[in-house]
T-cell receptor
Framework: AQTVTQSQPEMSVQEAETVTLSCTYD???????LFWYKQPPSRQMILVIR??????QNATENRFSVNFQKAAKSFSLKISDSQLGDAAMYFC??????????FGGGTRLMVKP | NAGVTQTPKFRILKIGQSMTLQCTQDMNHNYMYWYRQDPGMGLKLIYY???????DKGEVPNGYNVSRSTTEDFPLRLELAAPSQTSVYFCASSYMGASYNSPLHFGNGTRLTVT
């Protein structure tokens, strides 16, 4: 069975600064994908960034980047130049061959003006 | 382009009542999913479908039923509602399975309370 652990229930960051959200996972799959989804107060789930496990290069999407450490099964999200609109719940997610996604428990990010 | 549309947005049920949560997508996606999100938790898969006429159980299927008669629609049926089914329900769709090139598109969720 797959598990995803987000050890930080809440984080806060000052506007314009950088914050890193942690995620570790456990999977028996040899090929898998990792995602970070954002859930603002509107409840909509929004894909932030994605990573294929066989790619060593860390994914980046504008101000969002990941630090993917495959051997350590770690997949952290770095948000640079934090903005008020980044305030949300962030979920670390992995998939398996059976088309199921496994979600972590989430990290609530607060952005202080 | 509406994406994934869920109705209703909110609902209160009494114990033992039944209801259907509606989900429709206009992206011609093959895969559709139902998730539930309990307070302060991540999402758990209830049922999913890889195409019209095909459905399969996820992690937490007990107390629910689904059908997929068309590509667009994937309703979730609750029979004999119980307080443990109080949750926020999300419908999602994707062109292919949950893979890199086929991210999930989510609806806005239905908040269900069973009292």
């Amino acid at each position: 069975a797959q598990t995803v652990t987000q050890s930080q229930p809440e984080m806060s960051v000052q506007e314009a600064e950088t914050v890193t959200l942690s995620c570790t996972y456990d999977t028996s799959e040899s090929d898998y994908y990792l995602f970070w989804y954002k859930q603002p107060p509107s409840r909509q789930m929004i894909l932030v960034i994605r990573q294929e496990a066989y790619k060593q290069q860390n994914a980046t999407e504008n101000r969002f980047s990941v630090n993917f450490q495959k051997a350590a099964k770690s997949f952290s999200l770095k948000i640079s130049d934090s903005q008020l609109g980044d305030a949300a719940m962030y979920f670390c997610v992995t998939n398996n061959a059976g088309n199921m996604l496994t979600f972590g428990g989430g990290t609530r990010l607060m952005v202080k003006p | 382009n509406a994406g994934v549309t869920q109705t209703p947005k909110f609902r209160i049920l009494k114990i033992g009542q039944s209801m259907t949560l509606q989900c429709t997508q206009d992206m011609n996606h093959n895969y559709m999913y139902w998730y539930r999100q309990d307070p302060g938790m991540g999402l758990k898969l209830i049922y999913y479908s890889v195409g019209a006429g095909i459905t399969d159980k996820g992690e937490v299927p007990n107390g629910y039923n689904v059908s997929r008669s068309t590509t667009e629609d994937f309703p979730l049926r609750l029979e004999l509602a119980a307080p443990s089914q109080t949750s926020v329900y999300f419908c999602a769709s994707s062109y292919m399975g949950a893979s890199y090139n086929s991210p999930l598109h989510f609806g806005n969720g239905t908040r269900l309370t069973v009292t």
